[in-house]
């Protein structure tokens, strides 16, 4: 299978006034397409930190990165704005909706950054929230959904620009078991629909167990690939 990102010993430091932070040491790893990879472990581990690098959301202190075989420090900064917009797409616990536009307007903004046509627009929102199953919620305000509708939201943003790879942190985390399941069951059945890759964050030892791999994380560095996992793949 393709590797899509690789990141090749990274570290992230965070500095701060008196003694520096080591969110991330070391880390190594190769991301191929349409695999599904759980990131665990304790919280502070740099779970979060990790993701936002290999999502180019935060940069990392040192090591390298590389896009389909690219060296990130090798790509401008408009190629690595196009990748994060085009390739990849974002779900995270806290939904960043516009509460107050519309829920066809809160998917559609990706397309609308890309400068695509009005038509072309309402066309592709309208068909990823029938996806979703929001297509009667298309016109009402964001914020009148429920939680697991506004995550079910996010994930139909994250996919209409088609993306390579989602980066879910936490996707189910402020949602109840019903919701949480809708929505897991929506992450795989598009990655299997689309052959994206899917990297989901979690806590929750039952979504993990879904994904093709689980990478744990201890103090910054990645300790061990699930061992029960890694004999079911
Ligand atoms: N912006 C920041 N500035 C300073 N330190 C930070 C920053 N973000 C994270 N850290 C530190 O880096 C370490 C890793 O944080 P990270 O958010 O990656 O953990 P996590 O595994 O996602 O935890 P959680 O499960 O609680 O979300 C922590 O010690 C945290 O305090
Ligand atoms: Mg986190």
Redesign the pocket.
């Known amino acids: 299978m393709k590797t899509l990102i690789e990141a090749k010993n990274i570290s992230k430091i965070?500095p701060?006034g008196g003694e520096d932070?080591v969110?991330l040491k070391d880390i190594n790893l190769e991301l191929k397409q349409g695999e599904s990879v759980a990131i665990i472990?304790?919280?502070?581990?740099?779970?979060?930190?990790?993701m936002h690098i290999l999502a180019t959301l935060d940069r990392p202190t040192d090591g390298e990165l590389l896009f389909a075989g690219r060296h990130a420090h090798n790509l401008s900064v408009a190629q690595i704005d196009h990748i994060r917009n085009k390739r990849f797409g974002f779900v995270f616990q806290q939904f960043f909706l516009n509460a107050r536009s519309t829920c066809l307007e809160n998917v559609i903004l990706p397309l609308t950054i890309m400068g695509i046509s009005a038509a072309e627009r309402t066309r592709r929102g309208l068909t990823m929230l029938e996806q979703v199953g929001l297509l009667d919620k298309a016109k009402q305000r964001a914020g009148e959904l429920s939680g697991g509708q506004k995550q079910r939201l996010c994930i139909a943003r994250a996919l209409i620009t088609k993306p390579l790879v989602i980066f879910a942190?936490?996707p189910t985390g402020n949602l109840d078991t019903e919701n949480g399941d809708i929505v897991t069951n929506l992450l795989f059945k598009l990655q299997k629909e689309h052959g994206i890759t899917l990297v989901i964050?979690t806590?929750d030892h039952d979504l993990a167990k879904l994904c093709d791999r689980s990478l744990v994380?201890r103090d910054?560095r990645i300790v061990a690939p699930d061992s029960e996992q890694q004999r079911r793949v």
């Open positions: 965070y701060s932070t969110a472990g304790k919280s502070g581990s740099g779970k979060s930190t990790l942190d936490e964050v806590h994380m910054g």
